[in-house]
T-cell receptor, first 116, second 116 residues
């Protein structure tokens, strides 16, 4: 069974600084997706960034980028120039690519606090 | 495009009572998922519908949980009778059929269920 581990329950970053959230996963499969989702307080969970396992290039979305290390089964999220609006719960998730839609496996989440 | 909606946003019931949660997916999304997050733990998969059929119900904890998706549109998740350990946040998500757009799942705001 696939598992996702987020070892940092809480993180804090100053506004305009950079922070990295860690995620490791365990799978015996080679074709899968990895995601970072963000859930702001009392708001809907939204996708931050997605990585296809077959792609060597790390995904980037504006201030958000990932460090995908397939051999090490590591998928960290880097947030640059942190903003107050980045404060949220961040979930790392894994999804096997079966060619059909399938479930997500989540980590326990990292609560990110952004301070002035 | 309207997002995934869930009703109610909060529900407080006594042990032994019945509660029904509702999810309206994004229009045109064949795939509908239910997840649950118990306090401080990971978000766990419950089940997956493709249209009106249950594709994967491996995450359903026991037979006190009944999910339906009549007509392949909205879905309901009934808990009967509710137990204390059923407390948590129940998320619904939807996605396109594979091959049509992103593999992303779009989440609703969740229903916070408290069983006392």
């Amino acid at each position: 069974a696939q598992t996702v581990t987020q070892s940092q329950p809480e993180m804090s970053v100053q506004e305009a600084e950079t922070v990295t959230l860690s995620c490791t996963y365990d799978t015996s499969e080679s074709d899968y997706y990895l995601f970072w989702y963000k859930q702001p307080p009392s708001r809907q969970m939204i996708l931050v960034i997605r990585q296809e396992a077959y792609k060597q290039q790390n995904a980037t979305e504006n201030r958000f980028s990932v460090n995908f290390q397939k051999a090490a089964k590591s998928f960290s999220l880097k947030i640059s120039d942190s903003q107050l609006g980045d404060a949220a719960m961040y979930f790392c998730a894994y999804r096997l690519n079966t060619g059909t839609a399938s479930k997500l496996t989540f980590g326990t989440g990292t609560r990110l606090q952004v301070t002035l | 495009e309207a997002g995934v909606t869930q009703f109610p946003s909060h529900s407080v019931i006594e042990k032994g009572q019945t509660v029904t949660l509702r999810c309206d997916p994004i229009s045109g999304h064949d795939n509908l998922y239910w997840y649950r997050r118990v306090m401080g733990k990971e978000i766990k998969f419950l089940l997956h519908f493709v249209k009106e059929s249950k594709q994967d119900e491996s995450g359903m904890p026991n037979n006190r949980f009944l999910a339906e998706r009549t007509g392949g549109t909205y879905s309901t998740l009934k808990v009967q009778p509710a137990e204390l350990e059923d407390s948590g946040v129940y998320f619904c998500a939807s996605s396109h059929f594979p091959g049509l757009g992103s593999p992303e799942q779009y989440f609703g705001p969740g229903t916070r269920l408290t069983v006392t």
